[in-house]
């Protein structure tokens, strides 16, 4: 089919002039945890900071650090290593920089191997470094893929995955082998690591539980040098589900001018 190009009018601010420059920019990368918990993440991010954050933020469902991704066979995005996050990020101005790279896991039921993968992080890892930014990695949830049986694997990724095969205890070992290479890149690189806690996850191995998703990400955020959480919780900012800069959307090629949200006092949420 062919690909049209259209602009799309920018999805929401809460209208009238930033008050204040952003005192943080925060990069944050991942998949469907990360797109399913951004505004508590965004909230987080800010009150922490103590002022005005600008968020870029390249995640989704189904998300491939890599490779493009397809959601319910209608929208696919870029891979996290070649969207438009790195040209943006390298335009704009020095600013003390927090990166977050979560759900580093979906890649391995696509049948990725460990080490384009691991390869992936890295170049996550070296773009970043460059701008020095302190950054936190939640590693694989091992602990609970750990308990998993061959069947509830097998319900799991029929549902999540459909039309995937997923191996087991295959698929267990290479989770097992990538964890440990992302904890020695993250040594390597000064990173601060977070291992998930089992309980944060239920039938569903992967994802996050609702009634979780708060407290997990304040521990996760309680990793960086950020501080305590202070302040009252701002509006949420609702994002919507297409408003990433590119994304491929029922055939069309979509271009959304970021960024996708914004608060009053400041705060900003680009998407990729």
């Not at 070992?173 to 904890?183: S, V």
Request: aromatic share 8%.
């Amino acid at each position: 089919m062919r690909q049209t190009s259209i602009p799309v009018t920018p999805a929401w601010q809460t209208g009238g002039v930033a008050e204040r420059e952003p005192v943080l920019r925060a990069i944050l990368l991942g998949a469907s945890n990360l797109r399913a918990g951004l505004p508590i993440v965004v909230d987080g991010v800010r009150r922490r900071a103590g002022g005005p954050v600008e968020v870029l933020a390249a995640c989704g469902h189904g998300r491939s650090y890599g490779g493009w991704s397809l959601f319910l066979f209608v929208r696919r995005l870029p891979g996290i290593v070649g969207c438009g996050l790195w040209q943006d990020l390298a335009e704009r101005p020095a600013l003390p920089t927090f990166a977050l790279l979560t759900d580093i896991g979906n890649d391995l039921v696509y049948g990725v191997r460990v080490e384009e993968i691991a390869a992936w992080v890295k170049t996550c890892l070296d773009r970043l470094s460059r701008h020095q930014a302190e950054i936190v990695l939640t590693l694989l949830p091992v602990a609970r893929l750990q308990r998993l049986s061959a069947w509830q694997v097998r319900l799991v990724t029929s549902v999540l995955f459909p039309g995937r095969p997923a191996p087991w205890p295959d698929l267990l070992d290479r989770a097992l082998e990538l964890n440990e290479r992302l904890q020695r890149m993250g040594q390597e690189y000064g990173v601060r690591l977070v291992e998930p806690a089992a309980d944060w996850y239920g039938i569903d191995p992967i994802h996050l539980r609702r009634g979780i998703r708060g407290e997990a990400w304040d521990r996760v955020l309680s990793h960086s040098s950020l501080g305590a959480s202070t302040g009252p919780a701002a509006a949420r900012i609702p994002l919507l589900s297409f408003g990433a800069k590119e994304i491929h959307l029922f055939g069309f090629h979509l271009h959304t001018p970021q960024p996708a949200a914004s608060l009053a006092e400041g705060t900003t949420v680009s998407l990729y």
